[in-house]
């Protein structure tokens, strides 16, 4: 890590210069935090199975069309991307009521949507990442409207693969948070899936006893969070432990 020079460091992760120019080494910590970096903490082995959960979801997705800026996995925390100018509206997908959803609207948590909801957060720390429109994304030029066009249909796309991926290894895909970069090549520019997807910004929910299985389990202390990462990571059949007679729910999806 010493030998490479930082580019950036977020509060989950570290992008690192590449091995070659537009190129970057995304690398995975295992700090969490929540509500805007209010709370802080630290669960051990998360980076490594969300550098695994994300390499694998990613991986799905391109092979059904879905163009991302993962490379390749580099080792237990580190991935090779291909750098991008991210956009700075953060994406979020909701198939059921919950978190600040729920709150919103007083809808009780695991109400189910009368049809997916894709909403745009201002990614601003200073802000608290404040709800927009796609008004405030191309009056104050944060995406063309084109782009936000590409946005829109990439991400309903995102969300029709992944709740079924999900439901095939009994969890519902409650909602999820996506960020999409600018990739210049070959004199093009063109939207790609970049960031991650992880528990740390999906809710994901046991089919059968509505346990949760995502970053709820450090906002809402209830314990056990690298355990339910790493049963997450067992159901996508990505752990070398892991085998189709391990698994108690639905036949794995690969
Ligand atoms: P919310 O209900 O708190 O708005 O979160 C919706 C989804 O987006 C949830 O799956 C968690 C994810 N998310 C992030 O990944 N980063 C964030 O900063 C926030 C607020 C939510």
Redesign the pocket.
């Known amino acids: 890590m010493a030998r490479r020079r930082k580019i950036y460091e977020g509060k989950a992760k570290v992008l690192f210069e590449g091995p070659e120019p537009g190129t970057l080494v995304q690398y995975f910590k295992d700090d969490a935090t929540a509500f805007n970096n209010e709370k802080r903490g630290v669960v051990t082995g998360k980076g490594v199975l969300n550098n695994r959960i994300s390499e694998y979801l990613m991986t799905r997705l391109a092979e059904v069309g879905i163009p991302t800026h993962f490379v390749r996995r580099l080792n237990m925390r580190e991935q090779l991307v291909r750098e991008v100018e991210i956009i700075p509206v953060?994406v979020?997908v909701r198939n059921i009521a919950?978190?600040?959803?729920s709150k919103r609207f007083k809808m009780d948590e695991g109400a189910p949507l009368p049809r997916s909801i894709v909403e745009y957060y201002y990614k601003s720390d200073d802000l608290g990442?404040p709800l927009v429109t796609e008004e405030h994304i191309t009056a104050f030029s944060w995406a063309a409207p084109p782009e936000l066009d590409d946005i829109l249909a990439l991400s309903l796309r995102i969300n029709d693969f992944l709740s079924g991926l999900f439901l095939g290894v009994g969890l519902r895909l409650v909602?999820?948070?996506l960020e999409y970069g600018r990739l210049y090549a070959d004199d093009q520019v063109r939207i790609v899936l970049a960031d991650e997807i992880t528990p740390?910004?999906?809710?994901l929910w046991d089919i059968e006893t509505n346990e949760k299985m995502d970053?709820d389990r450090f906002r809402r202390d209830l314990g056990n969070v690298a355990e339910a990462y790493q049963e997450v990571a067992r159901r996508l059949g990505i752990l070398p432990e892991a085998g189709p007679r391990d698994l108690k729910g639905p036949a794995m999806m690969q």
């Open positions: 953060e979020v919950a978190g600040s959803f990442d909602d999820f948070k740390d910004g999906c809710r970053k």
